[in-house]
């Protein structure tokens, strides 16, 4: 799995960052960034860190916790997504997913990410889930 048009950086093994430049698509009829992108882009990174950290296993999101926006979203605004492993079971991982704008919490949620082969069923993590150095991609 490659996620070549993404700028998502690995910092360490359990902690992976990304960025989203806030655009007038993304924006309700007054002027706000629509919650659905911005679960979109949490759950997009989560994956992304799971399929990082766990190379060999494809990923379904079976779960977000309290979703509530802390703070509004305009036109322009860089947002940051922040990601960390916080817990491993058998057969999943839970990300806590944090969105900042120029250091300011913006939303804060945890999502669970579990493996699943090729029918879609659970299947067993692999063993490791360690910190994996790639470059960042030129754009």
Same mark, same amino acid.
């Given at each position: 799995m490659? @996620?070549?048009?993404?700028?998502?950086?690995?910092?360490?093994?359990?902690?992976?960052?990304?960025?989203?430049?806030?655009l007038?698509? %993304?924006?309700?009829?007054? /002027?706000?960034l @629509? /919650?659905?992108?911005?679960?979109?882009?949490?759950?997009?990174?989560?994956?992304?860190?799971?399929?990082?950290?766990?190379?060999?296993?494809?990923?379904?999101?079976?779960?977000?916790?309290?979703?509530?926006?802390? !703070?509004?979203?305009?036109?322009?605004?860089?947002?940051? @997504?922040?990601? !960390?492993?916080? %817990?491993?079971?058998?057969? +999943?991982?839970?990300?806590?997913?944090?969105?900042?704008?120029?250091?300011?919490?913006? @939303?804060?949620?945890?999502?669970?990410?579990? /493996?699943?082969?090729?029918?879609?069923?659970?299947?067993?993590?692999?063993? /490791?889930?360690?910190?994996? +150095?790639?470059?960042?991609?030129?754009?």
């Amino acid at each position: 799995m490659t @996620f070549s048009s993404r700028n998502l950086r690995l910092i360490a093994q359990s902690f992976a960052e990304d960025h989203r430049l806030v655009l007038s698509e %993304h924006l309700n009829q007054y /002027g706000f960034l @629509f /919650g659905c992108y911005l679960l979109m882009w949490i759950d997009e990174i989560a994956l992304m860190a799971a399929s990082l950290n766990f190379r060999e296993c494809p990923f379904v999101t079976v779960d977000m916790k309290e979703v509530a926006s802390h !703070r509004s979203v305009r036109e322009g605004a860089v947002l940051s @997504f922040e990601t !960390r492993q916080i %817990h491993r079971e058998k057969t +999943s991982v839970r990300y806590s997913a944090n969105v900042l704008r120029e250091d300011e919490e913006i @939303f804060s949620t945890e999502v669970t990410q579990v /493996g699943v082969d090729e029918l879609g069923q659970k299947q067993s993590l692999p063993n /490791g889930g360690f910190f994996v +150095s790639l470059p960042l991609p030129n754009l």
